[in-house]
Each structure stands twice: as structure tokens, then as C-alpha cells.
């Protein structure tokens, strides 16, 4: 790799750190070795191609495209970190990895009647606080919302509350929070 290709993929895997909080490489390693996965595989549940996934891994390739994918990942790093603390079984991670592969993104909050209409019972509020945080983790890193929750502290200290929370906190905490401001 000459000197340019190699300033390229530093400023590619820059802007990954400040897009998804870290190199995606580093990302799919740990995603990889916390679900017993390998890369073609990791592709398959993330809707990549094989290429595609080793570009982005490799800083060739920057930025995640497609919005769905980037929910994929964010439900991922959730089971992941549920896979790491015991919350999650191994089958039970294996199930829930065949359920990110199939979502599609789009609407990030379903509706009680969408829900119903789907044959589904209302959303557990676990599940309203992860499409939160995947909302949030879509749009900036855990640093860039922490820096925005500093910035707004001083003058919409729930707000900023919120925004720590829900978008660099744990789920835990955040269901908590949302709990105590229902109703």
C-alpha cells in the first residue's frame, strides 16, 4: 500500500471513529468474536456482500449507506453486549440475529395500531427504548451526543438528560428513565 492509499484509509477509519464511536473493523471483530460469527456470515445478517463488508472493515470504504444496515449494526452491538453480560443464550442470540437480518429499517417506532395490525401486541418498553437508542446511534457517536448533551445542559438540563440516556447510555438505565416519565 503506497503512502497515499494508506493516508486514505486513516482518514476513513477517522471518519468511521466519528460516525459509529470506532473503526469499523474494530467494530465487526468484536461483533464477530462475541456471536460466534465469521465474516461471511456477519455479512449475510448485516445485508452486505462479502466485499463490501471487507472494504469497510479495511477503511477502503467509509461510510455505511444504507440507513437499515446501520440499524442492523446498532441491533447487533445491543445482543452482542447482552450475549457478553449473560442476558442473552447463544441459541437465543442465534434467533435474534435471523430477526436483524430480516428488518428492513424504515420506520424506526411502531405504533401500538401497527403493531396490532401486524398481530403483534403493543411494544414492550424495552423495545421502545432500543429504537430509541438506535435512532439516536444512527444519527451521531456516543461522543458526539455526550458533547451535545454538555452543550445543552446549562439551559435544557432535562434534554440533555435525555439525550445521555437514551443515546450513550445503558439500555437498562434508559428503560428506567423512561419508566419514570410515563403517564
Known amino acids: 500500500m503506497d503512502a497515499e492509499q494508506q493516508e486514505a484509509t486513516a482518514r476513513a477509519r477517522e471518519l468511521q471513529r466519528s460516525w459509529y464511536g470506532?473503526?469499523?473493523g474494530a467494530l465487526f471483530r468484536r461483533l464477530i468474536e462475541d456471536l460466534g460469527l465469521n465474516q461471511a456470515r456477519l455479512a449475510a445478517v448485516l445485508g452486505l456482500s462479502a466485499p463490501m463488508l471487507s472494504q469497510l472493515m479495511s477503511g477502503q470504504r467509509a461510510k455505511i449507506g444504507n440507513p437499515a444496515v446501520v440499524q442492523r449494526v446498532q441491533l447487533l452491538q445491543d445482543l452482542s453486549s447482552q450475549v457478553a453480560d449473560g442476558s442473552v443464550s447463544a441459541s437465543e442470540a442465534a434467533e435474534r440475529m435471523e430477526e436483524i437480518k430480516k428488518n428492513q429499517g424504515g420506520a424506526v417506532l411502531t405504533t401500538t395500531t401497527q403493531a396490532r395490525g401486524a398481530g403483534v401486541g403493543a411494544p414492550t418498553v424495552k423495545r421502545v427504548v432500543r429504537e430509541i437508542q438506535s435512532l439516536l446511534r444512527s444519527?451521531?457517536?456516543?461522543?458526539e451526543i455526550i458533547e451535545a448533551a454538555d452543550a445543552l445542559a446549562p439551559t435544557h438540563p432535562e434534554l440533555a438528560e435525555f439525550l445521555r440516556v437514551y443515546g450513550a447510555g445503558r439500555t437498562a438505565d434508559?428503560?428506567?428513565?423512561y419508566e419514570s416519565h410515563q403517564g
Open 139 to 143: 444519527v451521531s457517536s456516543a461522543g
Open 22 to 24: 470506532e473503526p469499523l
Open 174 to 177: 434508559a428503560v428506567t428513565h
